[in-house]
């Protein structure tokens, strides 16, 4: 167990809908990064928070926003949905931002567009 | 983009022989990162290795890095079925006020009873 809680596991629905992904990190963590992972991307870095603040971005569409909380729990919030958008959205956690640090990942979100 | 790309994409084995797979990036690095996936699941960190240490062991595990040829292999002894999984290689990228992680395309391995 990591300790990284994603919920849901599974989410289904329609285009043009909008979605919203919860994240808790392990305790003790201050960093949390979101991913994509899909067939023909492989696993892509969207965004990171560290303790409330965004870090870094990557390849984050502008439909996409996340935030981190106080209680650094984070959300992902994927709007106007496409069929392409249908991935697997892994959230994962670290002490803090410096390199080298393992990053502890949850189980994901499993979205399907129809 | 990815950074790493592993090789073989896939691999198939008999259980109890030994598994390597190798991971070649693009730039240079202060450490890389080896993880595991499991069907369905999230990524789990196996081992890391700086761009100064040239092998390390972490139980069946023996990760190598080559800096010179921008290389590293995972090198899993003794596999059972549990082994079976994807693998991948990670390294850092400095990016903005952080750093981020960039995983190679993986290896499929699959050990078999």
């Known amino acids: 167990d990591s300790g990284v809680t994603q919920t849901p596991k599974h989410l289904i629905t329609a285009t043009g809908q909008r979605v919203t992904l919860r994240c808790s990190p392990r305790s003790g963590d201050l960093s949390v990064y979101w991913y994509q992972q899909s067939l023909d991307q492989g696993l892509q870095f969207l965004i990171q928070y560290y303790n409330g603040e965004e870090r870094a971005k990557g390849n984050i569409l502008e439909r996409f926003s996340a935030q981190q909380f106080p209680d650094l729990h984070s959300e992902l919030n994927l709007s106007s949905l496409e069929l392409g958008d249908s991935a697997l959205y892994f959230c994962?956690?670290?002490?803090?931002?410096?390199?080298?640090?393992?990053?502890?990942f949850g189980d994901g979100t499993r979205l399907s567009i129809l | 983009s990815q950074q790493g790309e592993e090789d073989p994409q896939a691999l198939s084995i008999q259980e109890g022989e030994n598994a390597t797979m190798n991971c070649s990036y693009k730039?240079?690095?202060?450490?890389l990162q080896w993880y595991r996936q499991n069907s369905g699941r999230g990524l789990v960190h196996l081992i890391l290795i700086r761009s100064n240490e040239r092998e390390k062991h972490s139980g069946r595990l023996r990760v190598t890095l080559d800096t010179s040829k921008k290389s590293s292999s995972l090198l899993i002894t003794a596999s059972r079925a549990a082994d079976t999984a994807s693998y991948f290689c990670a390294t850092d990228a400095r990016m903005d006020s952080s750093y981020k992680l960039i995983f190679g395309s993986g290896t499929r391995l699959l050990v078999r009873p």
């Open positions: 994962a956690s670290s002490v803090g931002i410096t390199g080298g640090q393992p990053q502890h």
């Open positions: 730039t240079s690095i202060n450490n």
